[in-house]
């Protein structure tokens, strides 16, 4: 284990002490008033959201996801809060569309990705959601969150293509089922 143990701890300290690229790491972060300050992009993400450079931790529930999380300490009097409002886009998206597709995935109470692997599969791939196992699902799941995501933001076909690993005339297939089903 002692290798593995370094080369382990070698990523924690390149990828989130110092920063993949040594400038963006949490040390450089650390302003005069000894806090972590970070950037936030407007435009900063492939996909058109709101990004944050520096903000790519370990899962939360990792040991090394509970270390990093660790570093971020509440003043006296104060509590630190962190929230995810998930899949927000899409909850806007409903409401502001009206669009009776999203509305019901939404309030299934499913996964907004996993609710479009469901309607897309028996068009796209032939087969229904539910029939497959879950390595399957996973994948299902993920080639809709990619298209959801890409399409939402104006992504084209061939954005898709490339980010799927498909040909561009089936990431055109998969953004028209998406559209056809949330329209």
Same mark, same amino acid.
């Given at each position: 284990?002692?290798?593995?143990?370094?080369?382990?701890?070698?990523?924690?300290? +390149?990828?989130?002490?110092?920063?993949? *690229?040594?400038?963006?790491?949490?040390?450089?972060? &650390?302003?005069?008033?000894?806090?972590?300050?970070?950037?936030?992009? %407007?435009?900063?993400?492939?996909?058109?959201?709101?990004? !944050? *450079?520096?903000?790519?931790?370990?899962? @939360?529930?990792?040991?090394?996801? %509970?270390? &990093?999380? +660790?570093?971020?300490? @509440?003043?006296?009097?104060?509590?630190?809060?962190? #929230?995810?409002?998930?899949?927000?886009?899409?909850? %806007?998206?409903?409401?502001?569309?009206?669009?009776?597709?999203?509305?019901? &995935?939404?309030?299934?109470?499913?996964?907004? #990705?996993?609710?479009?692997?469901?309607? %897309?599969?028996?068009?796209?791939?032939? &087969?229904?959601?539910?029939?497959?196992?879950?390595?399957?699902?996973?994948?299902?799941?993920?080639? @809709?969150?990619?298209? +959801?995501?890409?399409?939402?933001?104006?992504?084209? @076909?061939?954005?898709?293509?490339?980010?799927? !690993?498909?040909?561009?005339?089936?990431?055109?297939?998969?953004?028209?089922?998406?559209? +056809?089903?949330?329209?």
């Amino acid at each position: 284990g002692g290798m593995l143990d370094h080369r382990h701890q070698a990523k924690l300290l +390149n990828s989130y002490a110092d920063g993949e *690229d040594g400038k963006s790491g949490l040390l450089q972060r &650390v302003r005069r008033d000894g806090k972590i300050h970070f950037n936030y992009n %407007i435009d900063g993400a492939r996909s058109g959201r709101l990004s !944050g *450079d520096g903000q790519q931790f370990p899962r @939360a529930e990792t040991p090394e996801g %509970i270390m &990093v999380r +660790n570093l971020f300490i @509440a003043p006296d009097g104060y509590t630190l809060v962190q #929230h995810d409002y998930s899949q927000l886009e899409y909850r %806007i998206a409903a409401m502001i569309s009206g669009d009776p597709e999203m509305i019901k &995935v939404i309030k299934s109470g499913d996964d907004f #990705h996993t609710g479009t692997a469901k309607l %897309i599969a028996p068009s796209i791939w032939g &087969v229904t959601y539910e029939s497959q196992e879950p390595t399957k699902q996973k994948w299902m799941r993920s080639q @809709a969150k990619t298209s +959801n995501f890409l399409t939402m933001y104006g992504g084209t @076909a061939e954005t898709l293509a490339q980010q799927l !690993g498909c040909s561009v005339s089936e990431a055109a297939k998969l953004q028209t089922q998406i559209m +056809n089903k949330y329209g």
